[in-house]
Nanobody, 121 residues
C-alpha cells in the first residue's frame, strides 16, 4: 500500500516563507510525476507545481517566480519552497504522485492528506 505523507504546513505572515515536504512510501516501482495542488474554501483544487522524474517542471502562473518545486528521487520525496507568500496562497496543499506499484501495473494517481497553509497578519 502506498502512502504520501506531507509536512510543513503552518501559519505565516505575508512575505514569509514555508517549505512543504511529501514523502511517498510503500510498494513503489516507479514514480513518473510528483506535484502539489491546492484548494481554498469554495474553490476547485488547482495545480501549483509539478515535476517529472527527468526534472521537467511546470508552475501555475500565480506562483511563478515565488515557489520552487524540487524532488529527491532516491527518497521518493518532493518539496515545495514557497517564498513571498501572499494572502491568496492560503489553502490546503495536497501532494500528488503518479506512480506504478509494480512493473506490470498501470500508473495511478495517489494523494496526500493535505497540509494547511495560512497566510495571515
Amino acid at each position: 500500500q502506498v502512502q504520501l505523507v506531507e509536512s510543513g504546513g503552518d501559519l505565516v505572515q505575508p512575505g514569509g516563507s514555508l517549505r512543504l515536504s511529501c514523502a511517498a512510501s510503500g510498494s513503489i516501482f516507479s514514480i513518473s510525476r510528483m506535484g502539489w495542488y491546492r484548494q481554498a474554501p469554495g474553490t476547485e483544487r488547482e495545480l501549483v507545481a509539478s515535476i517529472t522524474s527527468d526534472s521537467k517542471i511546470n508552475y501555475a502562473e500565480s506562483v511563478q517566480g515565488r515557489f520552487t518545486i524540487s524532488r529527491d528521487n532516491a527518497k521518493n520525496t518532493v518539496y515545495l519552497q514557497m517564498n513571498s507568500l501572499k494572502f491568496e496562497d492560503t489553502a490546503v496543499y495536497y501532494c500528488n504522485a503518479r506512480l506504478r506499484e509494480r512493473i506490470t501495473t498501470p500508473p495511478i494517481n495517489y494523494w496526500g492528506q493535505g497540509a494547511q497553509v495560512t497566510v495571515s497578519a
